[in-house]
């Protein structure tokens, strides 16, 4: 298996999926993912992404930070206010998930610009690697 935390990950997710009382079926459906997905989820055989996490999270009604952090995207040192700004932006049901990617873009580029880089290169909606070229960004022009 690639990732141990992903086993991990999965007990967990089953411990607090019998804990709220649910069925693998009616998690599912209230995270918006497939049972099987799901299953293969609990059985650590596959990686969920941060978004799928989020809505598994919210459908549980526990914290998507620890969902995070027994997958393995994020440190367990990580700074409490960039999870809880993360999170924040993630769950915002009035952006779309283009507009969530470039908030979080921005987010990204201004932590590291301060010196609290976060280990990941900052990535375009389509997952490519995005050049920072905010040289530019409230160009200063003189008068005169």
Avoid: C, H, W
């Avoid at 497939?34 to 059985?43: A, C, G």
């Amino acid at each position: 298996m690639a990732s141990l935390n992903v086993g991990n990950l999965g007990e967990y997710l089953r411990e607090q999926r019998r804990n709220a009382q649910l069925s693998l079926r009616q998690l599912a459906d209230a995270a918006g993912v497939s049972n099987p997905y799901l299953s293969q989820i609990e059985r650590g055989l596959r990686k969920p992404s941060a978004e799928v996490l989020q809505q598994v999270a919210k459908a549980l009604r526990i914290s998507a930070e620890t969902l995070y952090v027994r997958a393995g995207i994020l440190d367990a040192e990580r700074d409490r206010d960039e999870v809880e700004t993360r999170a924040v932006i993630l769950a915002d049901s009035s952006l779309n998930e283009r507009q969530k990617q470039v908030l979080l873009q921005i987010y990204e580029s201004f932590r590291k610009e301060n010196g609290f880089g976060i280990g990941e290169p900052a990535q375009a909606p389509d997952g490519t690697e995005e050049e920072t070229g905010d040289d530019d960004a409230g160009s200063r022009r003189t008068a005169g």
